[in-house]
């Protein structure tokens, strides 16, 4: 009876949670007659800029600066204004989008004019060339590759410069795929999403506020090259400080190995150590048993 009731009660509540990821994974098309209809801000250098402001104010907390890829991790993805995928629709197609909104993106209809609406259009359309391409592939193949890093304390933000040596010159590693993150203690965590590097090898990202530091506030900021499989890190200062007790300071079974408890140091080594005294003793049996039929022939 109890096992019915439950599967009464979880069964709609699954269906309704498949339903709604499903909603959510479909492709967000604009109606046909919406996508034709044409920007009458289009290169306005003045509209640019006011759609500039209203999306430093309105849009960017979700999707980040255009071409950093440092958008909200939200489902679905926001996005990056300066992508393909939004590059890639129409005028109208963005106007339409960004007066219906749809989950997780809030309806800007009543909240921002026509006017700003299609001057958040044209500077999505001023940032066609905001997003490095990608280098083709091979193209650093057995080339060395090498990163560093420069903080920018005040802003939180770190840059990675990468370069690459060709006939003994070093030249900047254009179009190379960049994530920054955090060193922690088991993984490191990243933060940002994959960018790419300019022409001059330059990959920025501005690491958000709260990032949990030690208790002077530092932690060790790390930028990955994955496809070279290569990885710098740098101690940066203006982490969230963390005050409270951190567990991997005390001996326990899950913690890191310098930390193990003292009677697990004991019980494995003697462990091992009884085993080897185990098969010495076989083994000297065994040479004992050897020698007395050698002198009985």
Known sequence: MKT???????IPIIGLFLVNTSMLAQTW??????AAVKNPFEGDKAKVARGQEVFLANCKSC???????????????????????FLSQTDGALF?????????MP????????????????????????LPAEAPKGMFDGKKVAVALTVNT???A????????????????????????????????????TMITDAEGWAHFTYPEGVRADSEGKFIAVAELPDQKLSV???????????????????????????????????????????????????LNIFKIYKLGQTKK
């Open 4 to 10: 019915n009731l439950l599967h009464r009660i979880l």
């Open 29 to 34: 098309q604009a109606p046909a007659d919406a």
């Open 63 to 85: 999707h980040g600066d255009p071409g950093a890829a440092n958008f909200l991790p939200l489902n679905p993805p926001p996005g990056d204004f300066a992508s393909e995928k």
């Open 96 to 104: 339409w989008k960004i007066t219906e909104g749809k989950l997780p």
């Open 107 to 130: 309806s800007f209809k009543t909240t921002l004019s026509d006017d700003d609406r299609w001057a958040v259009v044209a500077y999505t359309r001023s940032l066609a060339n905001a």
């Open 154 to 156: 005040e802003k939180r």
């Open 158 to 193: 770190v840059s990675a410069k990468v370069t690459f040596a060709e006939n003994g010159v070093e030249q900047p590693a254009a179009g190379l795929k960049v994530r920054f993150g955090v060193k922690r203690t088991f993984a490191n965590q990243w933060l940002s999403n």
């Open 233 to 283: 890190t740098e101690t940066v200062t203006f982490g969230s400080a963390f005050t409270g007790k951190n567990l991997l300071d005390e001996r326990s079974l899950w913690t890191v190995r310098t930390m193990a408890p003292w009677w697990l140091y004991i019980a494995f080594f003697g462990t091992v150590l009884g085993v080897w005294a185990f098969i010495g003793i076989i083994a």
